[in-house]
């Protein structure tokens, strides 16, 4: 039986890490393994909205929220695996993104592959939940809005 | 790509930790059971292909960015209790 951990954080917040702190993904994303190093973009403003902003790719930026303002009850577990990848300590939580994007008029987040990050260090996984209730493209919101 | 072919009840080992067992064949479906370290990540390859064209999707264009961050803003927030603003 694996420990497994509710990667709990204040409902609405994104994590706060400062943009000199890059975030590392050791393999990158799925299907995208040169996407590594990304600096984490938050307005204040914003309905927990944030970029991730490559490092070594100008042109390559991710919309990203806390997967909790798409789905409060969102939860998380991680393998004692993934915990030790990440070098998260026994009680430590990770931090979640999920990634926006757009389909037709649909605004979709990937429940199914969160971004889990260790506040501390910074390092950084995908994970693809098996067998999971998520999916890659869950409704969040419409862009073209009727009145 | 290396192809061999087992019957059911045959086992492949992959490496010293991972083995793969035909459990059964039943027309067009093969049961497979796999024994591997937690560390090793199975997936379906359905759903590796929708998280990587939802990885490529989320690569958006600042321009579009703005208009997403204004659909979010302008949606119902999960514990918000008024209505839609128009």
Known sequence: MSASADASTAPFDLPQFGPE???TFAHGLVGQPEWKRFFLLTSD???????LQSVDDDQLALMVTNPRQV??????????ADRSLLGLEANQQPMLLTTLSVHG????ANLVGPLVINPRTRVAKQLVLPDSAYTAR???ASVATEN | MLVLTRKAEQTLHLGDDIRITVLGVD???VKLGIEAPRAISVLRHEVYLQVQAANTAAA???PDRQTIAAAMRGRQQPTDTRGVRA
């Not at chain 1, 789905?71 to 004692?80: N, Q």
């Open chain 1, 45 to 51: 403003d914003a309905a927990g909205l944030g970029v």
């Open chain 1, 21 to 23: 702190s890059i975030i």
């Open chain 1, 105 to 108: 008029t649909q605004i979709t």
């Open chain 1, 138 to 140: 869950h409704p969040v």
């Open chain 1, 71 to 80: 789905l409060p009850d969102y939860s998380v577990e991680l393998s004692t």
């Open chain 2, 27 to 29: 027309g067009d479906r």
């Open chain 2, 60 to 62: 958006i264009a600042a």
